[in-house]
């Protein structure tokens, strides 16, 4: 059960599965979260800024985990590094 929520976490939910440029549909979801985010909920920055640390803090021990119990080191299908780099400069252009 723990394996497969870390699964999911850092394939963003199985986008990372996409068998053709996985890293550029995780780079497009972020884009559309974090416009959900601001817009639509219209989330304060600060609160968004947590959920950005909390994700960034809780994706060392998920990847190093989904690394471990992977025999691909460097596999295509980890793109929460995708989230939170695209998440960076989005959040520094809305505040």
Not at 64 to 69: E, G, L, V, W
Request: net charge negative.
């Amino acid at each position: 059960m723990i394996k497969t929520i870390n699964t999911l976490f850092v394939t963003m939910f199985g986008l990372g599965k996409v068998p053709k440029i996985p890293g550029t549909f995780g780079s497009l979801a972020t884009v559309i979260i974090l416009y959900i985010f601001f817009h639509t909920f219209n989330l304060s920055s600060n609160l968004v800024l947590i959920f950005l640390v909390v994700v960034f803090i809780l994706s060392f021990s998920a990847v190093a985990h989904h690394i471990k119990d992977n025999e691909n080191k460097d596999s295509n299908e980890v793109i929460i590094d995708e989230f939170i780099g695209q998440s960076i400069p989005i959040y520094l252009y809305e505040i």
